[in-house]
């Protein structure tokens, strides 16, 4: 059983739990994920790591409630334990100093970005990061993103505030500004990532993904989350979530996401076609 | 007629059955098990020989003469002690053992007539005593003498578990689902093998002391050095074979395409077919596809009709005869209406415009000359491909090792399958002090085989500690 030791709401539904998890704090590298499930009854969320604090044996995670499994989540309080927590799960991310790395994040997906970006600037990168959501209100992690990036734009679909458009759009026009990255992280819903993968493919500008397709088990026994990179099915919980952003067909990822649907889940989708992130 | 003569004439005594149109509408256990008339009338047919062959075919050294006498003189819990000894699973190896390329094999009157229902009454006596309340033997408590490790809570882990915790050691079972029993969980369905049964038998581990932690997976939270550096002995790894196996043909990410182990998975483990009750859904059509011809197969296939599919076929590339599925199993498919499609293989899956499977293209096969497994090689017929409609399909091919252990230890090795390689004797692989056993080493094989080698590798843990450590006793150490 893992206590709740602290509850935030970010935004409208969208909620950040801190939650006692020693053996997984200690472990956790950025770029994983952890399984949990609320009750005996609950099904098997997947939620990236946030952040991990060692000496408090605490994880934090935050989610966006989409369906009823996230609902349920949300409805706990500080105090409430959650039944199951299984992890670090993945791979790490590969932190080492690559020079200027763009970190582009959409909705939800910001949270996935914030310990990458954090890593990648205590590894001597310089972290230029874009942040993007349907409206202001959605925007998350902002602050805690400006603190481990050197330059930090926002952008929102409705112009409410930063930049009227979409993240890929602000990377373009930094691109074209003149400003030269090493690599780029793009975190967020699929069709934001497919989006900038599409416009960092024609600068040949190395872009990794962080994948977030249907799972159960999240230890590469299911392959519900079997993706398509570079010709070869792969196992989003075991090989990735990271991939090669080029590599990866996203056309068939989002269809996976979308197909295989109990009325909830195609409300999770309509969630995601609006610009949100569906991360569980 | 002599008594003996008389016995070999008397058919076996079958074992009542939900009745095939009922079972197709629910989830509950489909052999329902024998009375204590119809068991004490099994037993009875023993001829009770003075060299017991039955005992040459079953890979845990059960005394069944002895067990089978305790039943028919009415001592049924002494019959329970008595499988216990050898056997700490009962209740599920009398469901799901293939008896009858076992124990049952060897039986003499097997050779005339019916041979005796080892398996009815294995399951009978473990049924018995469970209703009775179960009896823990008594711990050896008082000589502990090191930490083992175990990985997997499946038939392989949960044997080498308790066969430790009987020799006294401080046993920990680490378990990366949030349940215990592996395969038994999440593969095998409720209506072959109740997972109230299933947590009866971890339970009774527990009871024997030993300390399951699910919701740990090794190579991931620690890594089988770091087992060691907490203080372990020794570590067995029977994680079994959890890597799904794909066709690798075109359009196998479609919707509507589940690994065997996702769709069973999601129906046992996560209970998908109570939703909206349990939280996690299952989408079922009208026409599924099941493709292979193993136990898994049935079972995904049973699994389906009782989830409202119209239509089920079984896809399999070969003849009925080369069925690696239980011959009781392929039974109770036919019986409850699975359509079987022999010598028929997937070529490629159609799908519709928004992504979802509509269609399988097959092709027709014929069988040709023998291959490697002594089996005859199926070869596809030129020109025969055919559309089969279907809006469901699960792949349930085979499973490998899941590979997550042996990519994060070093001086483990493997084979090319990603099966670890071990002393077959003994279970120890090429790293010291740690042993592995089931699945994770032989590829997909039987429940009971994985339990043998469960068993083998506690006794060579035994031996290695006991050399190790000077047969001494010392007390455990912490951490872990």
Same mark, same amino acid.
């Given at each position: 059983?893992?206590?709740?030791?602290?509850?935030?709401?970010?935004?409208?539904?969208?909620?950040?739990?801190?939650?006692?998890?020693?053996?997984?704090?200690? %472990?956790?590298?950025?770029?994983?994920?952890?399984?949990?499930?609320?009750?005996?009854?609950?099904?098997?969320?997947?939620?990236?790591?946030?952040?991990?604090?060692?000496?408090?044996?605490?994880?934090?995670?935050?989610?966006?409630?989409?369906?009823?499994?996230?609902?349920?989540?949300?409805?706990?309080?500080?105090?409430?334990?959650?039944?199951?927590?299984?992890?670090?799960?993945?791979?790490?991310?590969?932190?080492?100093?690559?020079?200027?790395?763009?970190?582009?994040?959409?909705?939800?997906?910001?949270? *996935?970005?914030?310990?990458?970006?954090?890593?990648?600037?205590?590894?001597?990168?310089?972290?230029?990061?874009?942040?993007?959501?349907?409206?202001?209100?959605?925007?998350?992690?902002?602050?805690?993103?400006?603190?481990?990036?050197?330059?930090?734009?926002?952008?929102?679909?409705?112009?409410?505030?930063?930049?009227?458009?979409?993240?890929?759009?602000?990377?373009?026009?930094?691109?074209?500004?003149?400003? %030269?990255?090493?690599?780029?992280?793009?975190?967020?819903?699929?069709?934001?990532?497919?989006?900038?993968?599409?416009?960092?493919?024609?600068?040949?500008?190395?872009?990794?993904?962080?994948?977030?397709?249907?799972?159960?088990?999240?230890?590469?026994?299911?392959?519900?989350?079997?993706?398509?990179?570079?010709?070869?099915?792969?196992?989003?919980?075991?090989?990735?979530?990271?991939?090669?952003?080029?590599?990866?067909?996203?056309?068939?990822?989002?269809?996976?996401?979308?197909?295989?649907?109990?009325?909830?889940?195609?409300?999770?989708?309509?969630?995601?076609?609006?610009? !949100?992130?569906?991360?569980? | 007629?002599?008594?003996?003569?008389?016995?070999?004439?008397?058919?076996?005594?079958?074992?009542?059955?939900? %009745?095939?149109?009922?079972?197709?509408?629910?989830?509950?256990?489909?052999?329902?098990?024998?009375?204590?008339?119809?068991?004490?009338?099994?037993?009875?047919?023993?001829?009770?020989?003075?060299?017991?062959?039955?005992?040459?075919?079953?890979?845990?050294?059960?005394?069944?003469? *002895?067990?089978?006498?305790?039943?028919?003189?009415?001592?049924?819990?002494?019959?329970?002690?008595?499988?216990?000894?050898?056997?700490?699973?009962?209740?599920?190896?009398?469901?799901?053992?293939?008896?009858?390329?076992?124990?049952?094999?060897?039986?003499?009157?097997?050779?005339?007539?019916?041979?005796?229902?080892?398996?009815?009454?294995?399951?009978?006596?473990?049924?018995?005593?469970?209703?009775?309340?179960?009896?823990?033997?008594?711990?050896?408590?008082?000589?502990?003498?090191?930490?083992?490790?175990?990985?997997?809570?499946?038939?392989?882990?949960?044997?080498?578990?308790?066969?430790?915790?009987?020799?006294?050691?401080?046993?920990?079972?680490?378990?990366?689902?949030?349940?215990?029993?592996?395969?038994?969980?999440?593969?095998?369905?409720?209506?072959?093998?109740?997972?109230?049964?299933?947590?009866?038998?971890?339970?009774?581990?527990?009871?024997?002391?030993?300390?399951?932690?699910?919701?740990?997976?090794?190579?991931?939270?620690?890594?089988?050095?770091?087992?060691?550096?907490?203080?372990?002995?020794?570590?067995?790894?029977?994680?079994?074979?959890?890597?799904?196996?794909?066709?690798?043909?075109?359009?196998?990410?479609?919707?509507?395409?589940?690994?065997?182990?996702?769709?069973?998975?999601?129906?046992?483990?996560?209970?998908?077919?109570?939703?909206?009750?349990?939280?996690?859904?299952?989408?079922?059509?009208?026409?599924?596809?099941?493709?292979?011809?193993?136990?898994?197969?049935?079972?995904?296939?049973?699994?389906?009709?009782?989830?409202?599919?119209?239509?089920?076929?079984?896809?399999?590339?070969?003849?009925?005869?080369?069925?690696?599925?239980?011959?009781?199993?392929?039974?109770?498919?036919?019986?409850?209406?699975?359509?079987?499609?022999?010598?028929?293989?997937?070529?490629?899956?159609?799908?519709?415009?928004?992504?979802?499977?509509? *269609?399988?293209?097959?092709?027709?096969?014929?069988?040709? !000359?023998?291959?490697?497994?002594?089996?005859?090689?199926?070869?596809?017929?030129?020109?025969?491909?055919?559309?089969?409609?279907?809006?469901?399909?699960?792949?349930?091919?085979?499973?490998?090792?899941?590979?997550?252990?042996?990519?994060?230890?070093?001086?483990?090795?493997?084979?090319?399958?990603?099966?670890?390689?071990?002393?077959?004797?003994?279970?120890?692989?090429?790293?010291?002090?740690?042993?592995?056993?089931?699945?994770?080493?032989?590829?997909? *094989?039987?429940?009971?085989?994985?339990?043998?080698?469960?068993?083998?590798?506690?006794?060579?843990?035994?031996?290695?500690?006991?050399?190790?450590?000077?047969?001494?006793?010392?007390?455990?150490?912490?951490?872990?």
């Amino acid at each position: 059983m893992h206590e709740i030791l602290k509850k935030l709401e970010l935004a409208p539904k969208i909620k950040l739990f801190e939650v006692s998890a020693p053996e997984i704090a200690m %472990k956790a590298k950025a770029g994983q994920f952890v399984i949990l499930r609320v009750d005996e009854k609950g099904e098997r969320i997947p939620l990236t790591l946030v952040d991990c604090d060692q000496k408090k044996g605490t994880i934090t995670l935050i989610f966006l409630e989409v369906g009823v499994s996230t609902t349920k989540l949300g409805a706990l309080e500080v105090g409430d334990k959650i039944l199951n927590v299984l992890g670090p799960l993945g791979n790490p991310s590969e932190i080492e100093n690559y020079g200027t790395v763009a970190m582009v994040c959409g909705g939800v997906g910001t949270a *996935a970005a914030y310990p990458i970006a954090k890593a990648l600037k205590n590894a001597g990168n310089k972290v230029i990061s874009i942040v993007g959501a349907r409206t202001e209100e959605l925007l998350v992690l902002e602050n805690e993103m400006k603190d481990v990036s050197d330059e930090l734009y926002v952008s929102t679909d409705d112009g409410s505030k930063g930049h009227k458009g979409y993240v890929s759009d602000v990377l373009k026009m930094l691109i074209e500004k003149g400003y %030269k990255f090493d690599l780029a992280y793009a975190i967020g819903p699929s069709l934001m990532m497919r989006a900038t993968a599409n416009v960092t493919k024609s600068y040949s500008l190395k872009t990794i993904v962080s994948l977030n397709p249907i799972m159960v088990d999240g230890m590469g026994m299911c392959g519900a989350c079997r993706v398509t990179v570079g010709g070869e099915t792969k196992f989003a919980c075991v090989d990735g979530p990271e991939f090669d952003a080029a590599l990866v067909d996203f056309n068939e990822l989002i269809q996976r996401q979308c197909v295989y649907l109990s009325q909830e889940k195609e409300a999770m989708c309509a969630c995601e076609k609006s610009g !949100e992130n569906k991360h569980a | 007629m002599p008594e003996a003569k008389k016995k070999k004439k008397q058919p076996s005594i079958p074992m009542p059955k939900q %009745k095939p149109e009922d079972r197709i509408h629910n989830f509950n256990e489909v052999a329902l098990g024998y009375t204590v008339e119809q068991a004490v009338a099994e037993a009875e047919r023993c001829l009770q020989c003075p060299k017991p062959q039955c005992v040459k075919g079953c890979p845990v050294d059960i005394d069944i003469p *002895a067990f089978i006498k305790e039943i028919k003189e009415g001592n049924f819990l002494a019959a329970s002690a008595k499988l216990k000894e050898k056997n700490s699973l009962p209740a599920i190896c009398g469901r799901v053992c293939p008896q009858e390329n076992q124990c049952q094999k060897f039986c003499v009157l097997g050779k005339i007539g019916d041979p005796i229902s080892i398996g009815r009454l294995e399951r009978f006596a473990a049924d018995y005593e469970r209703t009775k309340g179960v009896t823990v033997p008594q711990k050896h408590d008082s000589y502990v003498k090191g930490r083992v490790a175990i990985v997997g809570s499946g038939p392989a882990g949960l044997t080498a578990a308790a066969d430790l915790a009987k020799l006294g050691y401080d046993v920990v079972l680490f378990e990366a689902l949030h349940a215990a029993g592996g395969v038994l969980m999440y593969g095998i369905p409720e209506f072959r093998m109740p997972k109230k049964i299933v947590q009866a038998e971890v339970d009774y581990v527990k009871k024997l002391g030993v300390d399951i932690k699910t919701d740990h997976m090794i190579g991931q939270v620690y890594t089988i050095d770091e087992l060691f550096e907490r203080g372990f002995d020794a570590v067995f790894i029977g994680t079994g074979a959890g890597l799904p196996q794909f066709m690798r043909i075109p359009g196998e990410n479609l919707g509507g395409i589940y690994s065997a182990n996702e769709f069973l998975i999601r129906v046992n483990l996560m209970k998908a077919y109570r939703f909206p009750e349990y939280d996690t859904p299952i989408r079922i059509g009208k026409k599924v596809a099941v493709i292979g011809g193993g136990n898994v197969a049935m079972d995904s296939a049973r699994s389906a009709l009782r989830l409202g599919a119209e239509k089920v076929y079984i896809v399999y590339r070969r003849s009925k005869e080369e069925l690696p599925a239980r011959a009781e199993e392929v039974e109770n498919a036919e019986e409850e209406g699975v359509n079987f499609r022999f010598l028929t293989n997937p070529v490629r899956f159609l799908g519709d415009e928004k992504g979802w499977v509509k *269609a399988i293209e097959c092709i027709k096969m014929k069988l040709g !000359e023998q291959d490697a497994s002594g089996r005859r090689r199926p070869v596809p017929i030129d020109g025969s491909e055919f559309v089969m409609d279907v809006d469901t399909v699960v792949i349930a091919i085979g499973q490998t090792p899941n590979p997550l252990i042996q990519r994060t230890t070093e001086g483990l090795e493997t084979t090319k399958w990603g099966t670890i390689v071990t002393k077959e004797e003994t279970g120890e692989t090429t790293k010291k002090g740690v042993y592995a056993g089931g699945d994770v080493v032989s590829g997909a *094989a039987t429940v009971i085989s994985a339990m043998g080698a469960g068993k083998r590798a506690a006794r060579s843990i035994h031996e290695y500690l006991m050399k190790k450590k000077g047969g001494k006793k010392s007390k455990p150490s912490s951490g872990g």
